[in-house]
């Protein structure tokens, strides 16, 4: 079994400060991880993803994440906060070798303030 | 464009009517997924398909039922709305033959039941 734990629903940070977002996992085979952005009103959009190889990820908007299993967390990075970051982010999950079908976790919401 | 496509978005039913929230990928993906989204809960898998013809339950399906006739369809059924399946309906597909893994979600159907 699988499962994603978020830590904190909202984040407050000023603009040009530092964006941390956390994300745990459990998983009895090697995992496949996720971050998905969530704008107002919109789907979901893929951010970055671990599947095999490097630790370190980088996706789209300046975000990244590193994959540590021996704390089983994926958490997300960004160096400088953009008002435009402003969203809410989900973690997933899914197992190798499985049915790769994702469990999310229950989201973070990113404030930035100006 | 190539992506997911729901239909309608939005959807306000009456108690005990039924209706069909319609789901269509055009990049020849054989995963196919339901979820709902509720504050605070993040996304809760309803049913999921593997490939055309194969269908399985996710962690929320009662209420809820699918089929797998095509791989570019993925209808998601409501028998018997209740208030409780107010929520917001995301579509999601993946090929695992690409090596992403990763979901391409659609725009979401934002259904009210009264």
């Known amino acids: 079994a699988q499962s994603v734990t978020q830590l904190g629903s909202h984040v407050s940070v000023s603009e040009g400060a530092l964006v941390l977002l956390r994300c745990n996992y459990s998983?009895?085979?090697?995992?496949?991880l996720f971050w998905y952005v969530q704008y107002p009103n919109q789907g979901l959009q893929l951010l970055l993803k671990y599947t095999t190889g490097a630790t370190l990820v980088k996706g789209i908007n300046g975000f990244e994440a590193e994959f540590k299993k021996s704390e089983t967390s994926f958490h997300l990075t960004k160096p400088s906060a953009h008002m435009s970051d402003a969203a809410e982010y989900f973690c997933a999950v899914s197992e190798s070798g499985g049915s790769y079908i994702p469990t999310f976790g229950r989201g973070t919401s990113l404030i930035v303030h100006p | 464009n190539a992506g997911v496509t729901q239909t309608p978005k939005f959807q306000v039913l009456k108690t005990g009517q039924s209706m069909t929230l319609q789901c269509a990928q055009d990049?020849?993906?054989?995963?196919m997924s339901w979820y709902r989204q509720d504050p605070g809960m993040g996304l809760r898998l309803i049913h999921y398909?593997?490939?055309?013809?194969?269908?399985d339950q996710g962690e929320v399906p009662n209420g809820y039922n699918v089929s797998r006739s095509t791989t570019e369809d993925f209808p998601l059924r409501l028998l018997s709305a209740a208030p409780s399946q107010t929520s917001v309906y995301f579509c999601a597909s993946s090929s695992r033959g690409s090596g992403n893994y990763g979901y391409t979600f659609g725009s979401g159907t934002r259904l009210t039941v009264v």
């Open positions: 990049m020849n993906h054989e995963y």
């Open positions: 998983s009895s085979v090697p995992p496949y």
């Open positions: 398909s593997v490939g055309a013809g194969i269908t």
